[in-house]
């Protein structure tokens, strides 16, 4: 297939570049490929489907310049198509006094990046949600809500389709050509490559020359559902996070359809898809990850040790259960009894300085784009990000 754009990967982030695409260029040839059988079959399918507001990120970064308005735009779309949207908000709640400094922290974030947030009293937290828990104070965000992901994603499917974007699935990327990649099935050649393959994203990127001091290293996010009833919280409630790490901890999610859950955890994994059993092993990604896994916990790089050692007492589910029952008075850890389908989160690495990447990364030339670190909350920020790629790189 000859094509003017080809896309690897579609999840959120290549169907929104899809979408900006085919809105600049009408006349373009845009094809999207993907291994699997159709869209968001990872991250955009398996993430908690909360849409953010913008208060956790420094204003210097990607993330905050456009977690604001794509929680905007994606509001409008779900209208505007008729998609579920639950509206219910969020509160991060405080367990002691230090954290009442970091919730002031989050608190002028959210103002700087123009994030609509209200730094509230204990009382003020349980008229919103009676069954909060909080020390002293609570930060609201009346504008954090959820989505279905894979409802989205297919309904963006079918409207790239209706504007002439061919998909091909069940193809798999097997490497460089010139002009073009070669597949599970046959040669594309395209005029410009953008690479949004989430989890193999570096590994492509490698072969067009980027990401040579990067690699993914996966976390595995696990979902604890409440089947007991829909009424135990009414909106999302999280805890303080760490600041220094990408990872929000253990919260409760409200969903689309009222249900409650909590999670996501950020456990290690061994391999790229290591989602349950050995489905999807590949020895050569378990060394390459396990090499550099050893060497964050050998040197103890951003304190990796003491996050594996947390992260994986998760997988007891009476511990699992109880970091969230911290954050409300009354709730039945008996009533946690289904795990949803699991994430893999594509963490990106800096090899020569040891840190994870904090922001999206993005490198290029004129005949392919990579993006390399399109993690959370990828998802809220995926149409005004899609439109800075394509705006940046495309143009």
């Known amino acids: 297939m000859n094509t003017d754009y080809l896309i690897i990967g579609a999840g959120i982030i290549g169907l929104s570049v899809a979408r900006k695409l085919k809105d600049k260029y009408p006349d373009a040839k845009i094809c999207v490929l993907d291994k699997e059988e159709d869209t968001a079959y990872h991250a955009s399918g398996r993430n908690s489907g909360v849409l953010h507001a913008g208060f956790y990120y420094s204003a210097d970064s990607l993330k905050a310049r456009f977690t604001v308005t ?5 509001k409008e779309y779900c209208r505007a198509k008729d998609l579920p949207l639950n509206e219910c908000g969020k509160l991060v ?12 922290e989050l608190y002028k974030r959210g103002l700087r990046n123009g994030s609509t947030v209200h730094l509230i009293d204990q009382k003020e937290a349980e008229e919103l949600e009676p069954n909060v828990r909080t020390f002293k104070r609570a930060l609201y965000s009346p504008g954090t809500a959820s989505v279905d ?13 209706e504007e002439g974007v061919t998909f091909s699935f069940l193809t798999e990327y097997r490497g460089r050509k010139k002009k073009g990649v070669t597949t599970s099935r046959g040669g594309f050649t395209a005029k410009t490559l953008i690479n949004c393959a989430g989890l193999y994203a570096d590994k492509i990127a490698k072969d067009f020359g980027f990401s040579r001091k990067y690699t993914i290293i996966p976390f595995k996010g696990l979902y604890l559902k409440y089947t007991k009833n829909k009424t135990g ?44 059993g050995f489905k999807h092993f590949r020895l050569n990604e378990l060394a390459a990850i396990g090499y550099h896994e050893t060497k964050l916990f050998l040197t103890n790089a951003f304190h990796f040790r003491s996050l594996a050692f947390e992260e994986l007492r998760k997988y007891s589910r009476t511990y699992f259960v109880g970091l969230a029952t911290k954050m409300v008075k009354n709730i039945d850890p008996a009533g946690f009894t289904e795990y949803t389908a699991p994430g893999i989160r594509a963490q990106l690495l800096d090899k ?13 030339d004129r005949h392919s784009i990579h993006i390399l670190n399109a993690v959370s909350p990828a998802f809220t920020c995926a149409l005004p990000f899609a439109n800075f790629v394509v705006e940046q790189y495309l143009s």
């Open 70 to 74: 794509g929680n905007r735009a994606w």
């Open 352 to 364: 020569t300085t040891s840190k994870l990447l904090q922001d999206f990364v993005i490198e290029g």
């Open 149 to 161: 992901p894979g409802a989205v994603c297919r309904r963006l499917k079918e409207d790239l389709r």
């Open 233 to 276: 919280v009414g909106m999302n409630i999280y805890p303080v996070p760490n600041l220094k790490n990408p990872f929000l901890g253990v919260h409760f999610t409200k969903t689309v359809d009222d249900s409650i859950k909590i999670g996501p955890t950020a456990i290690p994994a061994f391999w790229r898809e290591n989602y349950s």
């Open 93 to 104: 709640v405080a367990r002691d006094r230090h954290e009442l400094g970091q919730l002031d």
